[in-house]
């Protein structure tokens, strides 16, 4: 006599979040385009602007401010690139398709993704912290760091909708230079490579349109830079920025679906 | 007609699927039986891709029910129950094969061993290999196993010899045959006749959003009374093609092939007309033409 026994699930959804995350990071760390960009150009960026070539004008300490702005610039990239070009790539090729086909529990696909952007937002704050620290001089209270650590790795979530948003309108090929035309532009409108006291009028009114805008002020508030506007402020906007760009990105997914 | 039906892995009834002004699927009912190689055939455009997704779940009807395994497709549990190889599945280049293996493995309650997967779909010597590195068909045989290594009870296979070396094709027709043996359930989309007609147990023809035939393969094949005859003859083609039952004619050589309703007559008329008629072959048409044949009418 064979009892049957019902087999219980023994599905890990530990093991399943771990596994997707773990090689959503490889992936993409195994891909030279976004790599290297993505982990390479923030650092050189601070290298040559704050540490070399300085300017070593009165009350502005760019060791400092571009230490805040690009860590933001820098952490923008595994949103917009992560999510813009995987998402639009995986949609194009089918392996989307597959995966929901696949009974793989539906979050698993985008938390793995956020966490991999998150992760690579927590390796570039590192990377700039120990350049900033040793060549760049700079020294910040103890709880500046954490802070910002914290803006930097939550930071990326807005982008990572504007990136899903981005990926689920245009094509793999379209992707990437979609994307460096909203991620360029934007780092320069609000203030990370220089600051908006120095560009003109019209550049600081617009400034605030910018997702990128609201987390440098941020950034800059954790290592004690001056800031405009109220710290609860910015997050409020990001966070409702997030939000309107995800229910996009969700509308749109379904649609295709 | 709603029942769960005991021997059903998976069941359409009355499906309605529009796209824009296309109608995809016009009212059609399919069940994939357990343990059955269900072969769904039809042109182009037929509505084959969009009856699949809808089983999977990836779409939902218009009208009509969708059941896998008595369950919504939607359902996790449902669809661990299930294999699927798509037509177009572009797996990330970047990760290893051993990777997306354990990937996909961790999705169901009681995969198979990696070893087991590699083994049956041939690709033990590519575990350590980046997916983009491999050549089309190793990576059919990588996306078999991913199909596979669940232990599906059900396997979706939509046009899974596409690409591949007649070798390849071989062996995968025998693992196939070897799941289906061992009680797993197979839908197979192909535009490979010989594929189905060699594979199938039962065949769909899908014809302008609706089932216009489904039985065995000796079932669908007689429907066509057309017989193909071929011999060597010295009777010219032009006195063949004016007899009254031929259909059609042609020469290749020495060689006469006559497509006919009644062969017997024909071959009567032939051995009596040419007493020296060699290599004398009669065959029925053959899934392929059947096809057509059916096709057209529905049209």
Same mark, same amino acid.
């Not at chain 2, 590699?118 to 590195?133: P, V």
């Not at chain 2, 070396?165 to 359930?185: N, P, T």
């Given at each position: 006599m064979n009892a049957i026994v019902q087999a219980l699930p023994r599905v890990s959804l530990p093991r399943i979040y771990t596994l997707e995350g773990k090689h959503e990071f490889l992936r993409l760390l195994r891909a030279p385009s976004f790599a290297v960009p993505t982990l390479l150009f923030p650092p050189m960026f601070y290298l040559l602007f704050a540490v070399l070539f300085a300017g070593r004008s009165g009350d502005f300490h760019a060791n400092i401010y571009l230490l805040a702005t690009y860590g933001v610039f820098g952490v923008m990239a595994p949103g917009l690139f992560g999510f813009g070009v995987s998402v639009a790539l995986d949609r194009e090729r089918g392996w989307l398709t597959l995966k929901r086909a696949l009974p793989m529990p539906p979050g698993a696909y985008l938390a793995s993704k956020l966490a991999m952007a998150m992760l690579f937002a927590a390796v #570039?704050?590192? #990377?700039?912290?120990? #350049?900033? #620290?040793?060549?760049?001089?700079?020294r910040l209270p103890a709880s500046a760091w954490p802070q910002l650590l914290v803006v930097d790795v939550f930071g990326v979530l807005p982008f990572c909708a504007i990136g899903l948003f981005v990926g689920t309108l245009v094509s793999g090929q379209a992707a990437p230079a979609v994307i460096n035309l909203i991620y360029l532009p934007m780092s320069f409108l609000s203030g990370l490579w220089m600051p908006l006291t120095v560009l003109p009028g019209v550049v600081r009114e617009i400034a605030p349109w910018w997702p990128a805008f609201h987390l440098g002020q941020l950034a800059l508030g954790a290592v004690g830079e001056p800031t405009t506007g109220s710290a609860l402020g910015h997050v409020a906007i990001l966070a409702a920025m997030t939000v309107v760009f995800l229910f996009f990105a969700r509308r749109r997914l379904q649609r295709s679906a | 007609m709603f029942g769960a039906g005991s021997g059903s892995c998976a069941e359409l009834f009355a499906v309605r699927k529009r796209f824009?002004? @296309?109608?995809?699927?016009? /009212?059609?009912?399919?069940?994939?039986?357990?343990g059955e190689l269900l072969a769904l055939l039809g042109p182009n455009g037929a509505g084959k891709s969009t009856a699949m997704g809808l089983l999977l779940g990836l779409s939902d009807p218009d009208a009509g029910e969708v059941r896998l395994f008595g369950q919504s497709p939607h359902t996790l549990e449902a669809r661990r129950g299930v294999g699927v190889m798509l037509q177009s599945a572009g797996l990330?280049? $970047?990760?290893?094969?051993?990777?997306? !293996?354990?990937? $996909?493995?961790? *999705? *169901?309650?009681?995969? !198979?061993?990696?070893?087991?997967?590699?083994?049956?779909?041939? @690709?033990?010597?590519?575990?350590? &290999?980046?997916? /983009?590195?491999?050549s089309g068909g190793q990576q059919r045989r990588v996306q078999f196993a991913l199909a596979i290594c669940g232990r599906p009870r059900l396997l979706f296979l939509d046009e899974p010899t596409v690409?591949?070396?007649?070798?390849? &094709?071989?062996?995968?027709?025998?693992?196939? &045959?070897?799941?289906?043996?061992?009680?797993?359930?197979? !839908?197979l989309t192909t535009h490979y006749l010989e594929e189905a007609e060699s594979l199938a147990d039962r065949v769909a023809v899908l014809g302008r959003g609706r089932i216009i035939a489904d039985g065995s393969v000796r079932e669908i094949r007689a429907r066509v009374a057309q017989r193909r005859i071929r011999c060597v003859s010295t009777l010219a083609p032009e006195t063949i093609s004016a007899w009254p039952e031929v259909r059609s004619i042609c020469r290749d050589g020495d060689r006469l092939e006559i497509v006919t309703n009644s062969a017997e007559t024909v071959v009567r008329q032939l051995l009596w007309e040419d007493k020296r008629l060699s290599e004398l072959e009669v065959e029925r048409a053959g899934l392929a033409e059947a096809f057509i044949e059916i096709t057209q009418e529905a049209a």
């Open positions: #570039i704050f590192t #990377i700039l912290a120990i #350049i900033a #620290i040793t060549l760049g001089g700079v | 824009g002004t @296309i109608t995809a699927l016009d /009212g059609v009912d399919l069940d994939v039986r357990s990330p280049d $970047t990760l290893k094969v051993g990777e997306l !293996l354990a990937q $996909t493995r961790s *999705y *169901y309650s009681e995969p !198979l061993s990696a070893a087991e997967c590699a083994a049956t779909a041939g @690709i033990g010597d590519l575990l350590g &290999r980046r997916y /983009g590195k491999l690409g591949l070396d007649v070798e390849a &094709r071989q062996a995968l027709w025998a693992s196939m &045959r070897s799941l289906v043996a061992s009680g797993c359930a197979v !839908l």
